[in-house]
């Protein structure tokens, strides 16, 4: 199989079915096969019974791969699993709740062949949420194609800017067969995987093209993070690796990471604070057991400090990293 769609599933009925949909008929232009490899998360609704009735009249040309967890796996367990069971050269990675765009499946084809042809195992399509963030990165970088330290001091500068996850395809043969999502992971587990994936020394191709259409809603785990900074621990891994490949020496490295602490985690610290004024010190417990500090002192610091990165100041403490960094 060429291509295949891996979709990870969790109490989905709201949405799954047009996401299905959307694939079908996208694929007017497709000249190689495709398939589908669905796993449900073990949901409490009725999901899985939709899928199993969207397989019985579903197109010939489809191939459907319907799993179920007994136990939940958690988001990025799920699509470890899914790449685990994927058999297609490339898979793309499409959330139960987003959609294709029309022709979708003809795009990903024609971009596939050009990040063979620049050696890219990763492709980035275009992502709605952060097309401001995209444009300034590919300017700077002045080539749509990333790798190596060049690409993780973009990622420890400004962070995602893959984007989400239902804009990705992989190559499974390609840089790290043995490469998978971070199992532990909760929010964070595809940024960690896109710096792990440069340092196994792949190489990302930013995609022109818009294949999805990202559907916001109050449920996804993006929106449901930052309660008490119980992820932090996962950003805080990702700017970790970032740093430790970056820094040549002991200076450049207490210089990034007092980059990160003050420009990249701000918004932690101020919801520390914030949490902090209503006798609820579970941020600051979660942030210092992340930094591994051996008391609260230097996150009460960095809580001080991140009053006073307004946005100006961040930017230009940004450009400045990134002059060093990207030359």
Same mark, same amino acid.
């Given at each position: 199989?060429?291509?295949?769609?891996?979709? !990870? #599933?969790?109490?989905?009925?709201? =949405?799954?079915? +047009?996401?299905?949909?959307s694939?079908?008929? *996208?694929?007017?232009?497709?000249? @190689?096969?495709?398939?589908?490899?669905?796993?449900?998360n073990?949901? *409490?609704?009725?999901t899985?019974e939709l899928?199993t009735?969207?397989?019985?009249?579903?197109?010939?040309?489809?191939?459907?791969?319907?799993?179920h967890?007994?136990?939940?796996?958690?988001c990025?367990?799920n699509l470890? %699993?899914?790449?685990? @069971?994927? !058999?297609?050269?490339?898979n793309?990675i499409?959330?139960?709740d +987003?959609?294709?765009?029309?022709?979708?499946?003809?795009?990903?084809?024609?971009e596939i062949?050009?990040?063979?042809n620049?050696?890219?195992?990763?492709?980035?399509?275009r992502?709605?949420?952060?097309?401001e963030?995209?444009?300034r990165?590919e300017k700077? @970088?002045?080539s749509? $194609?990333?790798s190596?330290?060049?690409g993780?001091?973009?990622? &420890?500068? =400004?962070?995602c800017?893959?984007g989400?996850?239902?804009?990705v395809?992989?190559?499974?043969?390609?840089?790290?067969?043995?490469?998978?999502? +971070?199992?532990?992971?909760?929010?964070y587990g595809?940024?960690?995987?896109?710096?792990d =994936?440069?340092?196994?020394g792949?190489?990302?191709?930013?995609?022109?093209?818009?294949?999805?259409?990202?559907?916001?809603? +109050?449920?996804q785990?993006?929106? #449901?993070g930052?309660?008490?900074?119980d992820?932090?621990?996962?950003?805080?891994c990702a700017? $970790? $690796?970032?740093? %430790?490949?970056?820094?040549?020496?002991?200076v450049?490295?207490?210089?990034?990471?007092?980059?990160?602490?003050s420009?990249?985690h &701000?918004q932690h =610290?101020?919801l520390?604070? $914030?949490?902090?004024f209503?006798?609820?010190?579970?941020?600051?417990?979660?942030?210092q057991?992340?930094c591994?500090?051996?008391?609260t002192? !230097?996150?009460?610091?960095?809580?001080?400090l991140s009053f006073?990165?307004?946005? !100006?100041?961040?930017?230009?403490?940004?450009?400045? &990293?990134?002059r060093?960094?990207?030359?």
């Amino acid at each position: 199989m060429h291509l295949a769609f891996l979709i !990870p #599933t969790y109490n989905s009925s709201k =949405y799954i079915i +047009d996401s299905l949909n959307s694939i079908v008929e *996208s694929a007017s232009d497709a000249t @190689n096969s495709y398939g589908v490899i669905l796993s449900d998360n073990n949901s *409490s609704d009725n999901t899985l019974e939709l899928i199993t009735g969207f397989s019985v009249d579903c197109p010939t040309h489809l191939k459907l791969d319907i799993h179920h967890q007994d136990v939940n796996l958690g988001c990025y367990g799920n699509l470890r %699993f899914l790449q685990d @069971n994927s !058999p297609a050269k490339w898979n793309y990675i499409l959330c139960s709740d +987003d959609l294709l765009v029309p022709e979708a499946i003809g795009c990903i084809e024609r971009e596939i062949i050009v990040a063979t042809n620049i050696q890219c195992g990763l492709i980035a399509f275009r992502d709605q949420t952060i097309t401001e963030v995209r444009e300034r990165v590919e300017k700077l @970088n002045c080539s749509p $194609k990333i790798s190596g330290r060049r690409g993780l001091a973009i990622l &420890f500068l =400004y962070g995602c800017v893959v984007g989400g996850l239902s804009n990705v395809c992989l190559r499974n043969d390609e840089h790290g067969v043995n490469l998978m999502f +971070d199992s532990r992971m909760k929010y964070y587990g595809d940024m960690c995987y896109y710096v792990d =994936y440069l340092i196994s020394g792949g190489a990302i191709y930013f995609s022109p093209l818009q294949t999805n259409i990202r559907r916001i809603h +109050d449920c996804q785990i993006s929106c #449901t993070g930052n309660l008490n900074c119980d992820e932090f621990w996962e950003t805080h891994c990702a700017i $970790k $690796k970032c740093i %430790f490949h970056l820094a040549k020496t002991k200076v450049e490295m207490i210089s990034m990471l007092a980059f990160a602490h003050s420009v990249l985690h &701000f918004q932690h =610290y101020r919801l520390a604070a $914030k949490k902090a004024f209503i006798l609820n010190f579970t941020p600051i417990k979660n942030i210092q057991l992340s930094c591994g500090h051996a008391t609260t002192l !230097p996150t009460i610091a960095w809580i001080f400090l991140s009053f006073f990165m307004v946005e !100006p100041i961040r930017e230009i403490l940004r450009y400045f &990293f990134s002059r060093y960094l990207l030359g």
